[in-house]
């Protein structure tokens, strides 16, 4: 897996499946498939499965369409300023950065 994969697989133990569709992301920098993050999320208090984390933040854990629409991608981060918009990039690069690190050392 390389940054410019275009997959993350789920965190979830034992899972490691393409995620796909929907995923929950964590603030603590995990990701998982609908099925795994439906079933663990359910739950309060929620605890993250990769690292035990507590998520009691109201955006500690959201649900994600992995690919998004052209319209929703048109719309998200307009109106934004540009140091908001920069901001959010570089969060974003840096958790798939995360992501396709900790996949070559499980």
């Known amino acids: 897996m390389s940054v410019c994969d275009d997959t ?34 359910s739950r309060s208090p929620a605890i993250c499965p990769a690292c035990s984390s507590a998520l009691s933040g109201k955006l500690d854990i959201v649900r994600t369409e992995l690919s998004p629409s052209e319209e929703y991608k048109a719309m998200v981060l307009a109106g934004l300023r540009p140091d908001v918009v920069l901001d959010i990039s570089t969060r974003a690069l840096a958790f798939w950065s995360y992501q396709v690190k900790n996949y070559f050392l499980i």
Do not use: M, Y
């Not at 697989?9 to 995620?19: E, I, V, W």
């Not at 990701?31 to 663990?40: A, K, L, M, P, V």
């Open 8 to 41: 993350l697989l789920c965190n979830f133990p034992k899972c490691r499946t393409k995620l796909s569709g929907f995923a929950w992301v964590t603030a603590c920098s995990h990701i998982f498939c609908d099925q795994h993050g439906s079933g663990e999320f």
